[in-house]
C-alpha cells in the first residue's frame, strides 16, 4: 500500500478591501462604551511605558498618592481609589519587597501605620508620572488643552 500523500492547504488570500463597516450608532451613544474605548487606546500605552518600572495602574496610583501625601494610612488609599482592603494588603506588601514604601507610626493614631515612599520608590515616582503624563499628552493629542480639561471633569462627574 503507497502511503497517502499529504494533502496541502493553499494559502488564504488576505482581503483586498476593507471589511464592510458595520452599524455601531448604538454602542457609540454610550458613555460605558466610549469611555472603554478610550481607555484602551491608554491603558495599551500605560502598559508599555511602565514596563520598565514594573508598575500596573493600581501600583502606579497608590505611589503616585503617596508622592503627594506621604504618611496617608492604608484605610486613606483604599478609600481613594476603591480598593477592597484584602487586596490592598498584597499589593503594599508587593511594594514593601520591592523597597518603594515603608511603614511608620502615624502621628496622630497610634493603632494606625503612615505609608511613605522610600528614596528609591520617591525616585521611580519621578521618572513614572513623568513618563505617564507624556503618554498621556500624546493619548489627547486630537483634543485641545480646554478640551482635555473639559473631558477629565465631565468624567469625574460620574464617579466623584
Not at 32 to 53: K, S
Amino acid at each position: 500500500m503507497t502511503p497517502a500523500k499529504p494533502r496541502t492547504r493553499k494559502p488564504v488570500p488576505p482581503p483586498t478591501t476593507a471589511p464592510e463597516p458595520l452599524d455601531s450608532h448604538v454602542l457609540e451613544s454610550l458613555v460605558g462604551y466610549n469611555a472603554r474605548r478610550a481607555y484602551l487606546v491608554v491603558y495599551v500605552a500605560f502598559a508599555e511605558r511602565m514596563a520598565v518600572y514594573g508598575l500596573k495602574p493600581t501600583d502606579f496610583s497608590v505611589l503616585s498618592l503617596l508622592a503627594h501625601n506621604p504618611g496617608a494610612t492604608s484605610r486613606q488609599l483604599c478609600a481613594a481609589l476603591d480598593i477592597q482592603p484584602p487586596n490592598f494588603v498584597s499589593l503594599v506588601a508587593a511594594m514593601d519587597r520591592r523597597g518603594l514604601i515603608e511603614r511608620r507610626p502615624h502621628p496622630h493614631d497610634g493603632r494606625a501605620v503612615g505609608l511613605h515612599l522610600t528614596p528609591a520608590g520617591h525616585q521611580l515616582m519621578v521618572e513614572a508620572e513623568e513618563a505617564v503624563i507624556q503618554l498621556e499628552k500624546e493619548a489627547s493629542h486630537k483634543l485641545t488643552d480646554r478640551e482635555r480639561e473639559t473631558l477629565i471633569r465631565l468624567l469625574q462627574k460620574i464617579y466623584l
